[in-house]
């Protein structure tokens, strides 16, 4: 087998153990993202075995003998000499080291987008606790209650009266 589809073989089989399948099938919502993502599992599955089957193994030589019998020594001799100066080039990766560097910039990037994303999250959800905590308290609260709660619009309103702006 040639260097390239054995590089190929390894690198697909390695990615299909490190691929976190139920991980992301737990962030799929509607039942059609499902059915397309086990499609997409069974097609990676396919296409991974093949290659670890099929493209894994050495090539079975090739008997000569056989077909000196059947065919020629002249005819065999020509197909045989043909065959061994094929060359298959060894598949040599310069395209890796090239975007390494990159894709790991990229992850540290994603990492800090995430500890924001989470921070961001913490945030509204105190947000969200404040406001509906103030949902509950609105039909008894008092105007000094709400002002202690917001000094900021008590000075507002303060200037405002001061001012002698009624809003109009």
């Known amino acids: 087998m040639s260097g390239t589809v054995k590089k190929v073989a390894d690198v697909a089989f390695k990615a299909g153990r490190t691929i976190d399948w139920e991980g992301m099938a737990k962030l799929l919502v509607s039942e059609e993202a499902r059915k397309e993502f086990a499609t997409l599992r069974r ?20 008997d000569w003998e056989y077909y000196r019998k059947g065919i020629g020594s ?71 209650e709400y002002f202690a709660k917001h000094p900021e619009l008590k000075k507002k309103f303060d200037d405002e009266i001061r001012n002698d702006y009624w809003g109009y």
């Open 74 to 144: 002249r005819l065999v001799d020509i197909y045989k000499q043909a065959y061994d100066e094929v060359k298959i080039p060894q598949y040599v990766d310069n395209v890796t080291p090239q975007y390494k560097p990159k894709f790991d910039a990229l992850l540290v990037e994603l990492k800090e987008a995430e500890q924001m994303s989470l921070k961001e999250s913490e945030r509204l959800e105190k947000e969200i606790a404040d406001v509906q905590e103030l949902k509950r308290k609105l039909s008894t609260m008092t105007a000094d």
């Open 43 to 62: 097609a990676f599955d396919e296409v991974n075995i093949q290659l670890q089957t099929k493209f894994s193994q050495e090539p079975e030589p090739v």
